[in-house]
Nanobody, 124 residues
């Protein structure tokens, strides 16, 4: 069994920064690719970023150049550094673990485990 626990959300002004963390409880963290998804009010869940077990990364076009995903395998933790935040980044952010093909990293249905999510609110 794998559990994911997010932290680091909050309220920030536009242009500010936040760092989200996702602690993974369970075995074999370094065999999972990890992703971040978000869901804004009234919208569907969307892919934000992913990092492979070898630390390759991928980002949604909307966050490229502003967000950075990373992982610390010694701490079983994945991070999402969010800079230059915009009001449209307001959403519940969830981390997820993928034990499968890296090619499927942007697909929600490919992920095996999900966290509960953390709220990020960006004020204008």
């Amino acid at each position: 069994q794998v559990q994911l626990v997010e932290s680091g959300g909050g309220l920030v002004q536009a242009g500010g920064s936040l760092r989200l963390s996702c602690a993974v409880l369970g075995r074999a963290f370094n065999t999972y690719a990890m992703g971040w998804f978000r869901q804004a009010p009234g919208k569907g869940r969307e892919f934000v970023a992913a990092v492979s077990w070898t630390s390759s990364t991928d980002y949604a076009d909307s966050v490229k150049g502003r967000f950075t995903i990373s992982r610390d395998n010694a701490k079983n933790t994945v991070y999402l550094q969010m800079n230059s935040l915009k009001p449209e980044d307001t959403a519940v952010y969830c981390c997820a673990a993928l034990h499968g093909l890296w090619d499927n990293r942007a697909l929600m249905g490919s992920y095996n485990y999900w966290g509960q999510g953390t709220q990020v609110t960006v004020s204008s």
